[in-house]
């Protein structure tokens, strides 16, 4: 069995611990680093090269959007899962843009924190419901209305990003929104009864066709496309 190597970046150290400590109980996961600031952060994935680092948003001498940032630049096979309290707008996309892989609030349950860490082994990305169900609206948006951003044959030069993308079908259309309620790929298989390979393939040619190139990312353009109209 291969074990997921976990960093765990949190100041307060109760939080912390307490995190550490659910983890070793489970046979999959190791936590190899603590950090209590982002500077710690950056350091120890530099160091440690962890498979998954959980990072807290506000954390002293260094923020973990900085921290988050630094550290998928430099270390793309690290996967950021946030865990904090903050669930704005502003701050949702500060860390994905920043480059997180998950993002989680602080009163998830444990299941959901573990499966999480497995999902981003796997190279899933995740959101939590409640973060989900502030991009759903813009999800559809951006599916219905991306291929009239720019008309077809236009020259003239676009005011702002521009966005073009193709129609997606009902069955794409249904798997975004399976993919905004934060389903895995398994539990869209077996909600829609599919194979799991072929909703990945599914997933791939929906990112394509919305020029993405994560699932979180999607939120990332749905955002832009909100503040373009």
Do not use: C, W
């Not at 680093?33 to 962890?50: I, K, R, Y």
């Not at 998954?52 to 899962?81: C, F, N, S, Y």
């Amino acid at each position: 069995m291969e074990v997921i190597r976990v960093v765990i970046a949190e100041d307060q150290a109760l939080v912390r611990r307490g995190v550490a400590l659910l983890l070793s109980m489970e046979a999959d996961m190791e936590v190899v680093g603590q950090a209590s600031n982002g500077v710690q952060a950056v350091e120890l994935a530099q160091l440690l090269h962890p498979d998954v680092m959980l990072m807290d948003l506000h954390m002293p001498l260094k923020g973990g959007v900085a921290a988050t940032r630094e550290i998928t630049r430099a270390q793309p096979a690290t996967q950021i899962l946030v865990l904090t309290t903050l669930d704005d707008d502003e701050t949702v996309f500060e860390a994905v843009r920043a480059g997180a892989h998950a993002y989680l609030l602080k009163d998830a349950a444990e299941a959901e924190l573990l499966e999480t860490i497995r999902a981003l082994k796997r190279g899933e990305s995740r959101l939590t419901p409640q973060i989900a169900r502030k991009v759903m609206d813009q999800f559809r948006r951006l599916a219905s209305d991306a291929p009239a951003l720019r008309p077809p044959g236009s020259t003239a030069a676009p005011s702002g990003p521009v966005f073009v993308a193709e129609s997606l079908t009902d069955k794409e259309q249904k798997i975004l929104e399976l993919i905004a309620e934060g389903m895995s790929n398994r539990q869209i298989a077996q909600t829609i009864f599919l194979a799991e390979g072929t909703i990945k393939n599914y997933v791939s040619r929906i990112m394509e066709k919305l020029h993405a190139n994560t699932r979180i990312e999607l939120a990332i353009l749905s955002r832009k496309q909100r503040r373009a109209e």
